[in-house]
């Protein structure tokens, strides 16, 4: 065999509703190759899943069969397969993991299950896997785990168990609101005033209540004073975020907690709570994905 060929010993697959990520893995859990596409879950079919996958994966097979370990919306029912919701409390790395439907004998595909809440209703599917990783990382943690982005959730953790979770759509509210609504006429693009954004955080914290009237004051002072576009899109953000944290505040208040997520995002979170007089762990997102299959593969092997 040529000594710069890479193979695998099995697959770690990140694959999202946009994207897909996939790890070349050793035996013993080290990253040997990764590779990325943009075939994620949103424009494939069910049988179009094994094509994609192949086509990042290929030249790491060799004739053994190969296992094949994802998490994330590949599981969804729009995804390969469905894999079912394990309800919490519940383990991190959750039990029941499902196989997918392959042409090919060479392949063993296993999907992670997400996690749901049934009161108040509430599903994950892929986070599960990112705490998992930051768990296995950080091990005897116990708190509440704030991963922000599109939909945010904040995750209660407990003796390696998902207790309790609650997700909030702050950030799709932040996209929707400057580019579908008035706002868009006010709200720059680009560019950020740090001191706005904690003053509107303050502002929403201290009366929720308030949030669509703050809103539109934003359009308002943007036609009678002439708004700073920078400064109205710290504020947007800042009333989100402050309405946000006022919501989840029996999450965060006397806990200890922790941010995984992209470094800006996160750092903007951590300054809001660090204004509340919360102190938290900021953590990079990207390296949890892979630690929690890791963590899942782990468990495979020993049940095997």
Not at 190 to 205: E, Q, T
Not at 239 to 267: C, K, T
Request: charged share 15%; hydrophobic share 45%.
């Amino acid at each position: 065999m040529d000594a710069n060929i890479i193979t695998a010993d099995w697959v770690a697959v990140d694959w999202g509703t946009s994207n897909m990520r996939a790890w070349c893995m050793s035996a013993s859990g080290t990253e040997r190759a990764a590779a990325a596409s943009k075939n994620g879950m949103g424009v494939l079919a069910p049988d179009q899943f094994e094509d994609a996958l192949l086509e990042v994966i290929g030249p790491w097979m060799t004739d053994r069969v190969l296992t094949v370990l994802c998490c994330g919306m590949v599981g969804s029912r729009q995804g390969w397969v469905e894999a079912p919701y394990a309800t919490v409390p519940c383990p991190v790395c959750p039990e029941g993991l499902v196989s997918a439907p392959t042409k090919s004998d060479l392949l063993d595909v296993r999907v992670i299950p997400g996690i749901k809440q049934n009161t108040p209703s509430d599903v994950m599917r892929g986070e599960e896997t990112q705490i998992a990783g930051f768990l296995a990382l950080n091990e005897n943690w116990d708190g509440v785990i704030c991963l922000p982005g599109t939909h945010t959730k904040w995750v209660q953790v407990s003796a390696g168990e998902i207790v309790s979770f609650q997700t909030f759509m702050t950030g799709e509210l932040f996209s929707v609101i400057s580019d579908k609504t008035v706002l868009r006429h006010t709200i720059s693009p680009v560019g950020w005033d740090n001191y706005a954004y904690l003053a509107a955080v303050d502002d929403a914290m201290a009366k929720p209540e308030r949030l669509a009237a703050r809103l539109f004051s934003l359009r308002a002072e943007d036609l009678l004073t002439d708004l700073a576009g920078t400064a109205a899109r710290s504020r947007l953000s800042g009333l989100l975020v402050g309405a946000e944290l006022a919501a989840a505040r029996p999450y965060w208040l006397g806990q200890n907690v922790a941010i995984i997520g992209a470094g800006e995002i996160s750092r903007l979170y951590g300054q809001a709570l660090s204004a509340q007089g919360v102190p938290a762990t900021l953590a990079d997102g990207s390296r949890f994905v892979l630690a929690g299959l890791n963590r899942a593969y782990s468990q495979l092997n020993a049940a095997s």
